[in-house]
């Protein structure tokens, strides 16, 4: 906030607004969608992105994935080129490695390396720790800004109050609206001490919808005194602890707006009069990207950038066209229906957090330093930390969990068929703790008979572990186990058999096969949760998780979780 410049900072906010002309301006509000893989400099993507920095003087991007050196060195090449700095925007709201990296060859799964891979951040959830929460966020901030980015779309306030949400889910730190706002606070705090701006979403809470805005528009039915109850309760600890920016969802909030409400980025009730005027708010309010179904689908290409504006949003992510949408504004300010001093007023903001990161210092960043900051040992061990702290077990009927030393195991993975990693290094790290490993992989396609052949393997196993797969994923519209997987389960836990379920994803995921007798959760797919899951399971490691949600099917409370020490 401007209060937060110095007098050179200030200066160059005032002397920068007053330079720009009415088109510059437009170009300020504006931050189209660009890829963070490597472009030589005479490359097409390279072009069109000169273009937009160029001629239409966007303000900055949303850059999504890449490797380390290619993000810097991208991002290094556009902002010589702008005449006013360019704000850097990501995703990285579960830690850098989501953008920066956890990529493979192919055909052989050669990992690329790259940014440090967190666990969702449910798994912070699951730990309730707001140093550990603190010390993510912190992490995140020193590789992002290593790379050249500096406004990060997170923490999550999102409060994950519906099993059935199909894209928030682990993405959320929780179900405890007092829990979320802890541990996000302490997140964003430590995106603070790193040098990272960070923003909040999804204003007024996502928590509790059953759409995925990817695909339509998702509706809020809780009535005002809900909303200040649950929803809102971490966006108001956000704001006091000084979050920089705010996204607002593109969520109806029919409980409050009637049935007809416009999604919450483009209604003023909220993106101004509740989150500006009786919170205070003084940042940027940010919209959610500008390309999704919930928006265009609705109002079309351009009519809703300007109605954002009318709603008091400030910068407009991911429009459909970068030209059309800055021609769009300036055709709003010449017709009289967006005022000067409206478009003034959101591209003072944008200068200001522009001055706060120090671009009218520095806008580029060291390339040399990207090797000493992003992924190293410690960073990596703090993501161990976090992956085996989280690991908790829900149930244990038989008594499986750990596993004998030397059991022999038979381990199917079901994920979709493009996850490719499913289920690599979990086998590996039991193979490699001594465990005898029968390794099966299906799917949502995966035939009746393929799973029949499994079956007939089981008698020549100690503990059978079916694990999932099944994250939040845009515009699949569901998050849950599909096809033959669950009768599977449910089939080898009728007949007795020592079976653990893992869930590498959704906690609710067990919801489909509530009989199976041992219930152990890592929180998400990547690596490091795997190996930390094998580990737990073979006794290599201390189970000490609580769920942070509740599982209605089974009944299984939030807070609930076993506890199972090392084996000596």
């Known amino acids: 906030m401007a209060t937060g410049l110095d007098a050179e900072g200030r200066a160059w906010v005032e002397r920068t607004l007053a330079s720009l002309t009415l088109r510059e301006k437009a170009g300020q509000l504006v931050f189209p969608w660009v890829g963070g893989e490597y472009a030589a400099e005479d490359s097409p993507e390279m072009d069109r992105l000169l273009e937009w ?62 940014g440090t891979s967190f666990p969702p951040v449910m798994a912070l959830g699951a730990i309730g720790d707001t140093a550990l929460a603190y010390e993510v966020g912190r992490v995140t901030a020193r590789e992002a800004r290593a790379v050249g ?76 005194a809900r909303l200040d109850s649950v929803e809102l309760v971490p966006f108001r600890a956000a704001v006091a602890a000084g979050v920089d920016g705010m996204m607002a969802a593109h969520i109806s909030v029919t409980g409050v707006e009637g049935p007809d409400a416009p999604p919450a980025s483009l209604s003023r009730r909220f993106a101004t009069d509740v989150l500006r005027g009786e919170m205070g708010f003084g940042g940027l309010v940010i919209s959610d990207a500008m390309d999704m179904g919930a928006i265009v689908g609705r109002y079309g290409r351009t009519e809703p950038l300007l109605m954002a504006l009318e709603a008091g949003i400030d910068l407009l992510l991911q429009p459909l066209d970068a030209r059309e949408a800055v021609d769009a504004l300036v055709a709003g300010v010449e017709s009289g229906r967006i005022s000067q001093a409206r478009l003034d007023a959101s591209v003072r903001r944008i200068l200001e957090a522009k001055a706060r990161a120090g671009l009218h210092r520095s806008a580029t960043a060291d390339l040399e330093s990207v090797d000493d900051v992003v992924g190293t040992r410690a960073h990596r061990q703090l993501a161990q930390t976090v992956a085996e702290r989280s690991i908790t077990l829900a149930r244990d009927e038989r008594g499986s969990v750990p596993m004998a030393p030397g059991a022999r195991v038979l381990s199917i993975t079901y994920a979709d068929a493009v996850d490719l990693t499913a289920g690599r290094w979990f086998d590996r790290e039991l193979t490699r703790l001594g465990h005898t490993v029968g390794s099966f992989r299906v799917d949502p396609q995966t035939p009746p008979e393929t799973y029949a052949r499994i079956l007939a393997l089981a008698d020549s196993a100690d503990v059978i572990v079916a694990s999932a797969y ?27 058999d020592r079976v653990v379920a893992v869930s590498f994803g ?63």
């Open 53 to 114: 920095v160029e001629r239409e003087g966007i303000g900055g991007i949303v850059i999504s994935v890449g490797l380390p050196h290619s993000y810097a060195a991208k991002l290094n090449a556009v902002q010589r080129r702008a005449k006013v700095p360019l704000l850097v925007t990501t995703d990285m709201e579960s830690g850098p490695g989501m953008r920066l990296g956890g990529g493979y060859t192919l055909p052989h799964l050669l990992p690329l390396g790259g």
């Open 149 to 224: 980015v500096h406004l990060n779309f997170a923490p999550v306030l999102d409060v994950n109050s519906n099993p059935l949400n199909p894209i928030i889910n682990t993405r959320s730190f929780g179900e405890d609206p007092r829990a979320v706002a802890r541990l996000a606070t302490a997140f964003l705090r430590g995106e603070h001490a790193g040098g990272l701006m960070a923003a909040g979403k999804h204003f007024p809470g996502h928590g509790d919808t059953e759409a995925d805005t990817h695909i339509g528009v998702a509706a809020i039915r809780a009535d005002r």
């Open 470 to 496: 099944v994250q939040p994923r845009e515009h699949a519209g569901t998050v849950g186990a599909r096809g033959g997987f669950p009768q599977f389960v449910q089939a080898l836990a009728t007949r007795g």
């Open 506 to 568: 959704s906690p609710y995921v067990i919801s489909a096969y509530p009989t199976a007798p041992a219930y152990l959760l890592a929180w998400g797919g990547a690596e490091v949760s795997q190996r930390a899951a094998a580990r737990a399971l073979a006794g290599q490691a201390a189970i000490t998780g609580r769920l942070p949600v509740t599982i209605p099917t089974p009944d299984l409370p939030r807070g609930t979780g076993l506890t199972r020490e090392v084996r000596r």
